[in-house]
């Protein structure tokens, strides 16, 4: 069964660190990828999607993504976080037939003041 | 553009019951989809909706029921409400299956 997984469930970073959040799945196929972020209190909001062209993708807030098709992945980043960052973080994937989109089981980000 | 609107916003029943909960897409947006967030299973899929017709369904139990009417709001059913229904429900509309969901703020079911 197509799975997308999310391999850091927490991760506590300071403020103007680096983030990279992982993101895997199974489908061999076209997909269309997707992070969505869910502050505390708030509900889930789009940050970043990929379709097709260039695999480097950027989002709001500052954060980008990179589709590496070999790998199967579709990591998050970010050069510098914020406190305002502190957010639960979803990959989902959406293989590009019939089919449904997958959400990972997410990822909690704290960053320290 | 109003976002994903979803009705009620919270809701306590006891065990036994049934609920139907309410979902208004973006306007424009013809696919509406449902999931299911619990803290231990994070979000799980129940169904997608395009254009009236259930398109996709997730691995749920046949309580869990749902509907798109011409105008695409969605409404979902849980029928026999168990105490492991208690969660958050959310809504999620998109031009078309393939796009990018925008989510509402979902519904806080809690079962007594």
């Known amino acids: 069964a197509q799975s997308v997984s999310q391999h850091n469930h927490h991760v506590i970073l300071s403020e103007a660190a680096s983030l990279e959040l992982g993101c895997n799945y199974s489908y061999g196929g076209t997909v269309n990828l997707f992070w969505y972020v869910q502050y505390p209190g708030q509900h889930l909001q789009l940050l970043l999607k990929y379709f097709s062209g260039d695999p480097l993708v950027k989002g709001i807030k500052g954060f980008e993504a990179e589709f590496i098709k070999s790998k199967f992945s579709f990591n998050l980043r970010k050069p510098s976080v914020q406190w305002s960052d502190t957010a639960e973080y979803f990959c989902a994937v959406n293989p590009n037939r019939d089919d449904k989109i997958i959400f990972g089981k997410g990822t909690r980000l704290h960053i320290l003041p | ?112």
């Open chain 2, 1 to 112: 553009k109003a976002g994903v609107t979803q009705t009620p916003r919270y809701l306590i029943k006891t065990r036994g019951q049934q609920v139907t909960l309410s979902c208004s897409p973006i306007s424009g947006h013809r696919s509406v989809s449902w999931y299911q967030q619990t803290p231990g299973q994070g979000l799980q899929f129940l169904f997608e909706y395009f254009s009236e017709t259930q398109r996709n369904k997730g691995n749920f139990p046949g309580r869990f029921s749902g509907r798109q009417f011409s105008n695409s709001r969605s409404e979902m059913n849980v029928s026999t409400l168990e105490l492991g229904d208690s969660a958050l429900y959310l809504c999620a509309s998109s031009l078309d299956w393939q796009g990018a969901q925008y989510f509402g703020p979902g519904t806080r079911l809690t079962v007594l």
